[in-house]
């Protein structure tokens, strides 16, 4: 399997293609790894092949899979309207390169699987969200909005489409929690707001395996047919071309419950509370990710069958104890 990822030296990317070349080496399975990148020197693992964005304009390689995670962290910075910008740009620009890749190559890929966020749903509270789930529109929503809509394009070309929403990822050495350790081992971490606000997280190990699941999903599935002779896709009508992925956990808590585990975790206290007219002088409109929250679950992965391992936050941050 030959797989092509934007973003894939990041927090998520670079632990995917770990994983999924551990795996199918195991089971005697060939799979290549290439990462899009605009930087031609950056440094990559050994068994990683690279592209710059300049060399994908003018390949003719062709790729099974299309992993596209690249954009700016969303809370890496206040909203600023020159943040906002950068935030849309870095989502928009490598997919538009890839679509126009897509469109050009005479072999299609089998899939493309492009990145999304559970902001997509807005603040709506308590009540729980599937991917069938309407919206309200706030700046995270447009965001994810037309990122997703331009990926969704690859459909006209006959690629299938996954879009995966992502919650919050649990894993000490990135997203959220690796930027709480400090202070908690500080013993100055504590709730957020009221601390009633959901919070709908994943294992980066699950999120990891839920990505390889979705695609072996889709590559067994009937409706998509592969002509070895010619290596020229054809596709018969499916319900599939298009599907959205909630990747949370089943259990979502709220922030509360997860500074009161994250506390115990660590064994150090969770006295202090951050109230959030300050957070709301601080981050400004982007205080909205820390004290609104969103219980989404992931009902299409469970209808596919995927196992979670780690269902609980609990189980989540126990697996993570020796990596603290």
Not at 73 to 89: F, V
Not at 159 to 170: K, S
Not at 250 to 271: E, I, Q, S
Not at 287 to 293: A, E, F
Request: charged share 20%.
């Amino acid at each position: 399997m030959n797989i092509l990822i934007s973003g894939g030296s990041g927090f998520l990317g670079s632990t995917f293609s770990k994983e999924i070349m551990a795996r199918y080496r195991l089971q005697k399975k060939p799979v290549h790894i290439t990462w899009l990148t605009r930087d031609s020197h950056q440094a990559h693992p050994s068994d990683i092949t690279m592209m710059t964005y300049d060399e994908l304009a003018n390949s003719d390689t062709y790729f099974d899979v299309i992993l596209n995670l690249a954009g700016a962290g969303i809370a890496d910075a206040r909203w600023s309207d020159a943040r906002k910008e950068q935030l849309l740009n870095s989502r928009l620009k490598p997919t538009q390169a890839l679509l126009a890749f897509i469109a050009r190559g005479n072999t299609k890929p089998k899939l493309l699987i492009s990145g999304s966020a559970i902001g997509w749903y807005g603040n709506q509270g308590d009540k729980s969200l599937t991917e069938g789930s309407g919206f309200q529109e706030d700046f995270a929503h447009k965001l994810c909005d037309k990122w997703e809509k331009l990926a969704l394009q690859a459909t006209d070309f006959g690629v299938p489409v996954a879009i995966v929403r992502t919650g919050v990822v649990i894993h000490p050495k990135g997203g959220m929690l690796s930027k709480l350790l400090t202070p908690f081992r500080m013993g100055v971490g504590g709730q957020l707001g009221n601390g009633k606000q959901i919070m709908s997280w994943i294992s980066r190990d699950d999120w990891v395996a839920a990505v390889i699941f979705i695609i072996e999903q889709q590559l067994n599935d009937s409706a998509y047919q592969v002509n070895e002779d010619t290596r020229t896709a054809r596709h018969t009508p499916s319900n599939k071309v298009a599907k959205v992925y909630n990747l949370t956990a089943p259990n979502p808590v709220t922030n509360h419950t997860f500074t009161k585990a994250l506390g115990a975790w660590l064994h150090r206290p969770t006295f202090f509370t951050l109230p959030a007219f300050f957070l709301k002088l601080i981050f400004g409109e982007m205080s909205t990710l820390l004290i609104d929250g969103q219980k989404v679950l992931p009902q299409a992965l469970l209808d596919a069958g995927f196992e979670f391992k780690h269902q609980t936050l609990k189980q989540a941050l126990e697996q993570q104890t020796a990596e603290k």
